[in-house]
């Protein structure tokens, strides 16, 4: 699954995850055998490789915006937590994104209709620092990105553990 994902393959993923050509997955609740494909296809999405990293993480660091509403709309998928979920470097798929100069990836995480983009931001900010990751790396579309969204705290984001990151970045 995480190979689908690295090779941005919707078919794979759509394959393996139980997803019709129309979008909608394994019907819920209609029997026993719906609900242990719901079940195995929630711990598919939540599963970690090696690194601690989800399918959703590989997605998101290789800027695969098409394969990434497959998993987050998957009706078996739990939004909340791989919307915060981390790898073994405390790395959240956003921060995954923006190491990786993906806005549009980022754009497709805080913008979801279902995902708390102020909490998301909160919580990669907090322990990974994404405004920094982005100044280090030179991806101005994602600084930009971070400090307009109406969901950031622009002062928050430039902030990280009393270092300005941008300043830092210029050093």
Do not use: C, F, I
């Amino acid at each position: 699954m995480w190979a689908a994902a690295d090779q941005g393959d919707v078919a794979a993923l759509t394959r393996l995850l139980g997803v019709d050509a129309g979008g909608e997955g394994q019907p819920r609740g209609k029997s026993a055998a719906s609900d242990l494909a719901s079940m195995r296809h929630r711990a598919m999405l939540l599963a970690v490789d090696g690194g601690g990293k989800t399918v959703l993480m590989h997605a998101a660091s290789k800027g695969y915006v098409d394969v990434m509403p497959t998993l987050l709309d998957h009706p078996s998928a739990d939004l909340a937590a791989m919307l915060v979920a981390a790898d073994w470097q405390t790395n959240t798929m956003l921060m995954h994104a923006t190491q990786h100069g993906h806005a549009e990836a980022m754009r497709v995480l805080l913008d979801h209709p279902s995902a708390d983009a102020a909490a998301m931001l909160e919580y990669s900010s907090v322990s990974t620092a994404l405004m920094r990751s982005a100044a280090q790396n030179g991806h101005v579309g994602a600084m930009r990105l971070l400090l307009d969204h109406p969901s950031a705290d622009a002062a928050a984001l430039l902030k990280d553990r009393g270092g300005d990151a941008l300043m830092e970045a210029a050093n």
